[in-house]
């Protein structure tokens, strides 16, 4: 697998179909795998916070969540090609589920929206075990809740706590979690329940989709400019390297 370095993050070139290929491997094994979205934010965000960027570099896959990504990766002469996007894994980790009868937990969001996706996901993958959730607001413990996951043994467990909580909360608690994948999966539980709705089919089609939520929704609106200001840093930061370099 390459791996390419942006800001000091790393991000792997790699597909829907390859992640798929290596998922057996990690049942057959008591090898874990963490299916981590690498984005604008958290590259830009992340760059003073160790522990994100120590979670970021241990993690198996490294996927190119964002147009943001790929423009970037292009503009340092780097190979990838196309987008990752979370919640789209997430639906294909659902399929692998449902056709090979494993099964799932969910921790994060509100208690209503996580009872939501766990409903709608029951009804389009009835050969998937729900194991269990937890909504992202409860009063239980962390100690409470690893105890609550590993009771009921998923092989799957999707994180929505949003950035940078998710990251933080899977970086402290991977190695006392028995499941085989895990994946942080930021607002999908939203759109899975339909408490936020996708973007019309025509922005999924050319790509767009966080274009046309980033215009409808207040909160995400600030994300349309931390687009050109990540190409700008990244920029800064490919002279000053290649700078430091001819130097040393
Ligand atoms: N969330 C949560 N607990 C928290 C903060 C956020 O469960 O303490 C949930 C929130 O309800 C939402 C998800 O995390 O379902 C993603 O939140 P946000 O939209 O802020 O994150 P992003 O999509 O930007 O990663």
Redesign the pocket.
């Known amino acids: 697998m390459i791996t390419e370095e942006i800001m000091g993050f790393p991000v792997d070139v790699i597909t829907y179909e390859d992640i798929m290929k290596d998922l057996p491997e990690y049942f057959q094994s008591d090898k874990k795998m963490s299916a981590i979205s690498v984005n604008p934010q958290i590259i830009v965000e992340g760059q003073n916070n160790s522990e994100i960027s120590k979670f970021i570099k241990k993690s198996t896959h490294r996927i190119p969540d964002g147009i943001g990504i790929v423009l970037v990766s292009k503009l340092l002469g780097g190979q990838v090609k196309e987008r990752v996007a979370g919640i789209e894994l997430m639906y294909r980790f659902l399929e692998y589920a449902d056709t090979n009868k494993k099964s799932i937990f969910l921790y ?3 208690p209503e ?1 996580v009872a939501d996706a766990a409903d709608k996901i029951q009804k389009d993958y009835p050969n998937l075990t729900l194991s269990g959730r937890i ?3 409860t009063d239980l413990s962390e100690a409470e809740i690893i105890e609550k996951i590993n009771d009921n043994q998923p092989d799957f467990l999707f994180v ?4 940078p ?1 998710q990251e933080e909360w899977l970086a402290r608690n991977i190695p006392q979690l028995d499941a085989s994948v895990f994946q942080d999966v ?2 999908s ?2 759109v899975l329940s339909g408490h936020v709705k996708r973007a019309p089919q025509f922005f999924i089609d050319v790509h767009l989709e966080w274009l046309y939520r980033s215009l409808t929704d207040r909160k995400r609106f600030k994300r349309i400019l931390q687009l050109p200001i990540f190409v700008i840093k990244i920029l800064f930061w490919k002279v000053r390297t290649r700078n430091d370099k001819k130097s040393s």
């Open positions: 994060g969001a509100k929206v909504d992202g607001y929505a706590l949003g950035f909580k930021g607002g539980f939203d």
